[in-house]
């Protein structure tokens, strides 16, 4: 579990309603069923209509990741690798055979399979570039499903904040309807602006982290089996991808 994630989430929502508390307002202030629904279903609404429907499939399964990521072990698959090099200089590209068949990762089985059918290493390059450049590109645009709501939110609390003006200035003979309009007013600001930048947008960027790193893994296997395929000493392999760590 992604534990920063969780202590920042909750550290930005106590710092909002403990300002809120030490100013002497109080929870119910803050709770206000119309101007969540505008806020909300606008922000949806808007990210609908810009984002394709493989993009927003693809955020909802994704959005797992802000508090548990895929496990990404850099220096153990440098030890991967070292040790699928060992075994290719020991008994040749055939000897992977085993080790394809029983690897759990499909990307790291492609790869070997490759090796173990004689594919020339551009050849190689190729096919493994589309493929984690592909899978990097989809879940970069499941990030920017979040952050276009981002962008919608506040201005959404804005059109919000307006309507209950419009309300409050169609009720002005009326002071019984005042408090409500106001309120809607300006918790729908609230709401925007806040699930902007204490959720959204810090939402986007996380799941962007994720999405390069797990290119930067997959480069990584990428240039392991490269060197694999061009025979290269499984010391050399080793301090090349150590690289990677940096």
Same mark, same amino acid.
């Given at each position: *579990? ?27 202030? $803050?709770?206000?069923?119309p ?31 802000? /508090? /548990?990521?895929?496990?990404? !072990?850099?220096?153990? +698959? ?13 008994? +040749? ?7 394809? !068949? @029983? ?13 173990? !059918? +004689? ?14 450049? @592909?899978?990097e ?5 499941a990030a920017?499903? /979040?952050?276009?709501?981002?962008g919608?939110?506040? @201005?959404?609390?804005?059109i919000?904040?307006?309507?209950? $003006?419009?309300?409050? *200035? +169609?009720?002005?003979? !009326? ?13 729908a @600001?609230?709401y ?33 089996i ?21």
């Amino acid at each position: *579990m992604d534990v920063l994630s969780l202590i920042g989430i909750i550290m930005a929502f106590v710092a909002i309603v403990g300002g809120n508390y030490l100013e002497g307002g109080h929870l119910g202030a $803050l709770a206000n069923g119309p101007a969540a629904l505008i806020v909300l279903g606008g922000t949806l609404g808007a990210a609908l209509l810009q984002s394709p429907m493989s993009a927003f499939k693809r955020s909802i399964q994704t959005v797992g990741w802000i /508090f /548990f990521p895929p496990h990404i !072990d850099m220096a153990g +698959g440098i030890n991967q690798v070292v040790n699928w090099s060992l075994t290719a200089r020991k008994e +040749g590209l055939l000897g992977l055979e085993t080790m394809a !068949d @029983t690897e759990p990762d499909s990307y790291s089985r492609k790869g070997l399979q490759l090796l173990v !059918d +004689g594919v020339e290493p551009e050849a190689i390059r190729s096919v493994l570039e589309v493929d984690y450049m @592909t899978q990097e590109t989809r879940d970069i645009e499941a990030a920017k499903v /979040f952050e276009c709501m981002g962008g919608y939110a506040p @201005t959404i609390g804005i059109i919000g904040a307006v309507m209950g $003006l419009i309300h409050v *200035m +169609g009720n002005l003979a !009326d002071p019984a309807q005042l408090g409500s309009g106001i309120a809607v007013a300006f918790v729908a @600001t609230i709401y925007g602006v806040a699930s902007a930048n204490l959720v959204l947008l810090p939402i986007a960027s996380k799941l962007k982290a994720i999405a390069l790193r797990q290119s930067l893994y997959r480069e990584m296997l990428l240039e392991g089996i490269l060197s694999i395929a061009e025979g290269e000493n499984p010391r050399a392999i080793e301090l090349k991808l150590q690289g990677f760590t940096g």
